[in-house]
């Protein structure tokens, strides 16, 4: 069933009428309260201009981290109010509770084309509990507070793979539509899962084969070449029978991968060469070795030139590619060279006509800190794990329930 969406909700009209909305504005803040990468806050801008130009009185969650147990002013919304207000260029109220007396006081007082922040969302333990008579509770308080003639826009794709109060609970209590960003997001990742044009290449690194493993078993059906990368290649050089030092390593999958590449030997593309160094650390000289002489006290952490040569190779005349996940520690930049070459390539095939998505997360922060073009990709996810779950073929409840 096709998901209703924001210009379904416009045309019916918003004007005067509360409007809650679930952003993901998870962004990473330092202890001074500067945030460093604002990618998500400025993707949620479009939807929420959209609503209060046009009237609404809009009502906004979200969360940021994962507090235990209550508030904690560590995990405050208010540096993400202020640079959400700068983007939107609007003031943007924070609520100082979630539900509670001055969240209602606020609401209450917002008047045609406002737009009010509650704080954390998590704060609140009912929006993450596995009671749904909990977690109702939670959504009927958020639902008092755009009244009975509101409506709910699931507009934060990174939660969508959660059923929690914000994301799930609440469609069940108003209309319900898509945002810009979750209709986006779904009409991509529809694509790479159903019309694929070929070649189609897929681009996976990180630390553990564990979180990609669903995602791999999937995608090796349906790729002509999946390249790996990142901390988890360790697994799979072992798998072979290589020795990779002190590099990271899941002893207790190497049995998976070595049935991955038995399956999907002709798919799954493997470093030739890797960057060592003798430490993690920023500071620790680099050094380049074949990918099965990795010397013993010495761990891998970025993919060799040589790798990066081949996986162009391989990405340069690619139609779809999907890429999540670094190919090194790109944080530090002696480390940094090999998540930029695969990322140039994709941003070859993606100028020669070709589909390229960036799987959020830790690649579309990697896009950011080494300088490249937000678009030289066709799209960058802002949901790692949402994304993830949907090409693994598994339901997610924020999407099922936007469209009953």
């Known amino acids: 069933m096709a998901l209703k969406s924001l210009s379904d909700l416009l045309s019916e009209g918003v004007d005067g009428r509360g409007v809650l909305v679930r952003s993901d504005l998870n962004v990473p803040v330092d202890d001074d309260g500067n ?18 130009d046009a009237g609404a009185k809009v009502v906004v969650t979200a969360h940021l981290g994962r507090p235990k147990g209550g508030p904690d002013p560590k995990y405050s919304l208010a540096p993400v109010a202020t640079a959400l207000g700068e983007h939107l260029g609007r003031h943007v109220q924070l609520a100082g509770d979630v539900v509670g007396t001055d969240a209602l006081a606020r609401a209450e007082g917002l008047t045609d084309g406002d737009v009010l922040l509650l704080e954390n969302i998590r704060f609140d333990e009912r929006e993450t509990s596995k009671d749904d008579a909990e977690r109702l509770k939670l959504a009927k308080a958020l639902v008092e507070l ?11 794709f990174g ?33 790479l899962t159903s019309s694929t044009e070929r070649p189609y290449a897929v681009v ?33 050089l072992a798998a072979q029978g290589v020795s990779v030092g002190s590099s990271l390593l899941q002893e207790e999958m190497i049995d998976t991968c070595r049935q991955l590449l038995e399956d999907f030997g002709d798919v799954i593309h493997l470093p030739v060469d890797i960057v060592v160094a003798e430490k993690f650390a920023a500071d620790s000289p680099p050094e380049t070795v074949a990918a099965d002489k990795i010397p ?19 990405l340069s005349n690619a139609k779809t590619v999907f890429w999540n996940g670094p ?9 940094a060279a090999g998540t930029k070459g695969v ?24 896009v950011r800190q080494l300088g490249l073009p937000d678009d030289g990709f066709s799209h960058i996810s802002t949901g790692g794990g949402a994304s993830l779950e949907y090409l693994e073929g598994k339901e997610l409840p924020g999407i099922q329930i936007l469209e009953s």
């Open 35 to 52: 945030i460093s990468d604002p990618g998500r806050i400025i993707a949620s801008v479009p939807t929420l201009k959209a609503l209060a």
């Open 146 to 156: 755009v009244g009975d003639d509101g409506a709910f826009v699931s507009d934060g």
């Open 159 to 191: 939660v969508v793979h959660r059923k929690q109060a914000s994301v799930y609970d609440v469609a069940t209590l108003l209309p319900h539509y898509a945002g810009n960003l979750v209709a986006a997001e779904v009409e991509v990742l529809r694509q």
């Open 204 to 236: 996976l690194g990180g630390s553990k084969v564990s979180d990609k493993l669903a995602v791999i078993e999937n995608l090796a059906t349906k790729a002509d070449s999946l390249i790996i990368g990142g901390g988890m290649c360790f697994t799979f």
């Open 296 to 314: 013993d006290g010495k761990m891998g952490l970025d993919i060799g030139p040589e790798s990066v040569k081949r996986f162009t190779a391989l």
């Open 327 to 335: 190919m090194g520690v790109f944080e530090f930049p002696a480390f």
């Open 343 to 366: 990322a140039e390539a994709i941003v070859t095939a993606t100028g020669k006509g070709g589909f390229s998505v960036v799987g959020g997360g830790d690649s579309a922060a990697a």
